[in-house]
């Protein structure tokens, strides 16, 4: 059974700063490792997907990497905004279904 | 819509009570799936459909729960004889393909709770 887990749970950082978020998972098994932004009473927003032959992805200020022998992937937010306070959810992708992690919760200060 | 659709965005019921919750897929997404976050906890699988088949629904958590999809669009989530462990937020994907690497796109989720 896929397990996914995030570290840090909460993280609070001053604007402008370079930051990585983690995620690992159990079963290297899988098709792809998606990020999503969850914004507080809101979806999810699908930010990156790596697919499992792919080692990263870019967009804009993020950068999400994927090592499926470790069974991590690590999301790195460039030039941290206030806009990019936000609940930070990886989900390894096997199968039929997404498995979540419980996510990372991420704010920035002016 | 360019994106995937819910209603209701929120619903309150009484236990006991049955509620019907829907999503509209992105138009073209082949693939379709129901997802429930319960307060301070992560999201959790319920059901997958491929066109019109559910060929997985090992999520959902006990027979009062069912759901069905038509035309290969609209999906409807039944929940029968409520109860309070229920409450959560709701949420619908769906993908291009199903079954593999595509990416799913969520909607904004129906915020269930029951009293």
């Known amino acids: 059974k896929q397990e996914v887990t995030q570290i840090p749970a909460a993280l609070s950082v001053p604007e402008g700063e370079n930051l990585v978020l983690n995620c690992s998972f159990t079963d290297s098994a899988i098709y792809n490792l998606q990020w999503f932004r969850q914004d507080p009473g809101k979806g999810l927003t699908s930010l990156l997907l790596i697919q499992s032959s792919q080692r990263e992805q870019t967009s804009g200020r993020l950068n999400a990497s994927l090592d499926k022998s470790s069974g991590r992937s690590t999301l790195y937010i460039a030039a941290s905004q206030p806009g990019d306070s936000a609940t930070y959810l990886c989900a390894g992708g096997g199968g039929n279904k997404l498995t979540f992690g419980t996510g990372t919760q991420l704010k920035v200060e002016l | 819509g360019a994106g995937v659709s819910q209603s209701p965005s929120n619903k309150v019921t009484e236990k006991g009570k049955d509620v019907e919750l829907r999503c509209d897929p992105i138009s073209g997404h082949t693939a379709l799936y129901w997802y429930r976050q319960r307060l301070g906890q992560g999201l959790e699988f319920l059901i997958y459909f491929q066109g019109n088949s559910a060929p997985d629904k090992s999520g959902l958590p006990s027979d009062r729960f069912s759901a069905e999809r038509t035309g290969e669009s609209v999906s409807t989530l039944t929940i029968q004889r409520t109860q309070q462990e229920d409450s959560a937020v709701y949420l619908c994907?769906?993908?291009?393909?199903?079954?593999?690497?595509?990416?799913?796109?969520f909607g904004p989720g129906t915020r269930l709770t029951v009293l």
């Open positions: 994907a769906s993908s291009l393909y199903g079954g593999g690497p595509s990416e799913q796109f």
